[in-house]
Structure formats: C-alpha cells, structure tokens
C-alpha cells in the first residue's frame, strides 16, 4: 500500500515570498489533515479536511496560511507571504472516513526554511 | 481538550523491555489513547491505540490503568531502531477526532 506523499522534501525562501506545499493521501481515505512542526515541538494541527471539505481551520493563520482539498484527493497549503516564524516542517496525514478511531498515516514531510 | 503528560527524556538499553508512561487524568469517556513514534527527519508512525482494555500488537503493548488516568506503553525488546520521540495523545472519538499532540518523551537506546 503506498504512503502518504507529499512534496518538495525541502524549500528555503525568503521572507515575504510565497511557497506551496502539496500532498497525496492514501487511496480511499476521506480525511486529511495539515501540521506544523517546530523543532523540538509536538505537531499542531493547522486544518483537517473531511472529503473536500474544512472541518477544523481554527488554528490555521488565514491572513497568510490557505489550503484547498479539490475533488477530495490531493491537497496544497499556501504560505503567502512567509514570515521567519513560518519556518518549520509541515506535515500531512490522512485517515479512514467513518472509522471514528483510526490511526492517521503521516507523510515524511516538507522542512521549509525561511530565511 | 483534555491533556496528557510524558516525561522528557528516558534511556533504556539494547534487548531490555522498555517502559513509557503517560498521565492523562482529565481524560473523557469517548478519548482513545493512541501512541505515536517519530523517528529523526520522519513523519510520525502510528504504534498503538485503546480505549479501556489492554492491548498487543506486533510493535508494542499498551496498558491501560483501571481509572484511565494513566498509561504505559511497553516495548519489549528495545532496539536500535526504536530510537525516536513517543508521543502519547489522546483521540476525541466524538465528530472532529482531532489529535491533540504534547512534547513526547525522547528514548535513546544503547547498545
């Protein structure tokens, strides 16, 4: 069974720039989700698709941060434009849908450095 | 969102059975306990969940306390590759089954 993707592995930009990040998730599974990562911290969640639809943005800084689900398969996440503090590694994740307690399945992630 | 706490940091050697706890006293009747992994420059690696009972699977066990205030998952034969953070998290099975993640505890395995 493939994993979940996502791509590029790495990016370095610079303040002020814009970068987008792109995810593939396990076939069949409905929900997807975006983390950030700081090093040395636990991942927060930034937004949890359901299909192509937002079930929890709350913690998404939307004057800067979007992100789209189409046909309710691959999605991005946009930075624009990108602060210093954005500098982390986002991750993506997808579960079963209807299966209230399954495990979610993590990509190896994109480190974005902003410089 | 109820909570959990790990320590740290904690070290164990190569072929020992390993001992993680995790204390989460404000946990609902409807939180899963799941455990996950991530080893340097990964993503994080599902291990194990439960909701009142002990469980086993292949990676690892995880005791479940009576009141459910607490935790333990158990490695029972540390390796190399088991190196990594643990992060123990509590899973509301309720509509949003939002992730809530701490800091982990840091295992280092010697050899």
């Known amino acids: 069974e493939a994993g979940v993707a996502q791509s590029p592995r790495y990016k370095i930009i610079e303040k002020r720039q814009s970068v987008a990040f792109w995810c593939n998730p396990i076939?069949?599974?409905?929900?997807l989700y975006w983390y950030q990562q700081i090093l040395g911290q636990g991942p927060k969640l930034l937004i949890q698709?359901?299909?192509?639809?937002?079930?929890?943005d709350s913690q998404l800084p939307k004057d800067r941060f979007s992100a789209e689900r189409l046909k309710g398969v691959d999605s991005t996440l946009k930075i624009q434009p990108a602060k210093l503090e954005d500098s982390a590694v986002y991750l993506c994740?997808?579960?079963?849908?209807?299966?209230?307690?399954?495990?979610?399945?993590f990509g190896q992630g994109t480190r974005l450095t902003v410089v | 969102d109820a909570k959990t706490t790990q320590p740290n940091s904690m070290e164990s050697n190569e072929e020992e059975p390993v001992h993680l706890p995790c204390n989460h006293s404000t946990i609902s009747g409807t939180d899963y306990i799941h455990w996950y992994r991530q080893l340097p420059s990964q993503g994080p690696e599902y291990v194990i969940h439960?909701?009142?009972?002990?469980v086993n699977n292949r990676m690892a066990s995880l005791a479940i306390a009576e009141d459910r205030k607490s935790s333990t998952l158990i490695l029972h034969r540390a390796t190399l590759r088991d190196a990594a953070v643990y992060y123990c998290i509590l899973r509301n099975a309720g509509n949003n089954r939002k992730l809530i993640w701490g800091l982990g505890t840091s295992l280092a395995v010697n050899p």
């Open positions: 076939s069949g599974h409905a929900t």
């Open positions: 439960g909701l009142t009972s002990n």
């Open positions: 994740a997808s579960s079963l849908y209807g299966d209230r307690v399954s495990s979610a399945f």
């Open positions: 698709f359901q299909n192509n639809g937002v079930v929890d």
